[in-house]
């Protein structure tokens, strides 16, 4: 996902990426990335400065998956 939004940056501000979380770190990106994570995940990596992380919660009354 990095990698597109570097090669499109003209086109985009930034690009939201929804993962779990267990994932390698892909590195440092010129352009702005939120990581949205997915109930019951967490980042493996410490995000970068101009990243931002948003962790999904379950609904109220839903069982955990």
Request: aromatic share 8%; net charge positive; hydrophobic share 35%.
């Amino acid at each position: 996902p990095s990698k597109h939004l570097v090669a499109h940056r003209g086109e985009f501000d930034g690009g939201i990426i929804i993962t779990d979380g267990y994932a390698s770190d892909p590195g440092p990106c010129v352009a702005r990335r939120c990581w949205l994570i997915t109930p019951g995940g967490e980042l493996q990596f410490k995000p970068q400065p101009n990243d931002v992380v948003v962790k999904m919660k379950w609904p109220k009354g839903h069982a955990a998956a």
